[in-house]
């Protein structure tokens, strides 16, 4: 059972542009919502992880907005760039738990 | 910091035979380690949590015969393909949390096993 899904499953921007990726969660047990980038052939790397507390976070420029009432929660790329192209994955985890749920990922491409 | 390496990256064998697939953290004592697999333009399937000095917690569907786990070490988990099958081909990806009470998991750069 798919515990946190993700859209679009793919995205094309142009350089500069927002892209905007979606994920939707059902089990209120979770507390912890990290966001990974993956390259082809690599493993993921952690980019910015947010908890329910906060309805934003912003590192850089990656950006969490998450809407608790909503469970839903998503990554905004600002100003992005072809070296951004690559496979991001939403994930969430519950409260003393370890584990993660991961998203489907969704499969961005930024033109030059 | 907080650096979790996997050997080898890459590795081909032949069907029937066992493969071993290393997970170290460089730079930090990991008490707890994840094991996932991942097929193409697929999401990463959690197979087993390693906790160091104890069993492999194994998720349901994964053959916990096929796919040892063993976590001697605070800084050393590792897999064992054992048996192995074409289909048994794909990208393996270990985890590491940094500490028991931190949220962060490090994920290592993989290793793609391919079964002739």
């Known amino acids: 059972q798919q515990q946190v899904k993700q859209s679009p499953q793919s995205l094309i921007v142009q350089k500069g542009g927002i892209p905007i990726i979606n994920c939707a969660y059902e089990?209120?047990?979770?507390?912890?919502f990290p966001w990974y980038q993956q390259f082809p052939g690599k493993g993921p790397a952690l980019l910015i992880a947010i908890r329910p507390d906060v309805s934003e976070k912003k590192e850089g420029r990656f950006t969490i907005s998450f809407n608790k009432s909503a469970k839903q929660f998503s990554l905004h790329i600002m100003d992005s760039q072809p070296g951004d192209s690559a496979t991001y994955f939403c994930a969430a985890r519950k409260t003393s738990g370890s584990r993660l749920t991961f998203g489907e990922g969704t499969q961005l491409t930024v033109n030059p | 910091g907080a650096v979790v390496s996997q050997h080898p990256s890459r590795v081909i064998c032949k069907s029937g035979t066992s493969v071993k697939i290393e997970c170290r953290s460089l730079d930090f004592q990991a008490t707890t380690m994840f094991w996932y697999r991942q097929f193409p333009k697929q999401s990463l399937m959690l197979m087993a949590t390693?906790?160091?000095?104890?069993?492999?917690?194994?998720e349901q569907g994964v053959e916990k015969d096929k796919f040892l786990i063993n976590h001697a070490s605070l800084t050393l988990s590792t897999l064992t393909v054992t048996s192995a099958h074409p289909e048994d081909s794909s990208f393996y990806i270990c985890?590491?949390?940094?500490?028991?009470?931190?949220?962060?998991?490090?994920f290592g750069p993989g290793t793609r096993l391919t079964v002739l």
């Open positions: 089990n209120t047990a979770f507390d912890y």
């Open positions: 390693s906790n160091e000095g104890s069993k492999a917690t194994y």
């Open positions: 985890s590491a949390k940094v500490g028991p009470s931190t949220d962060t998991q490090y």
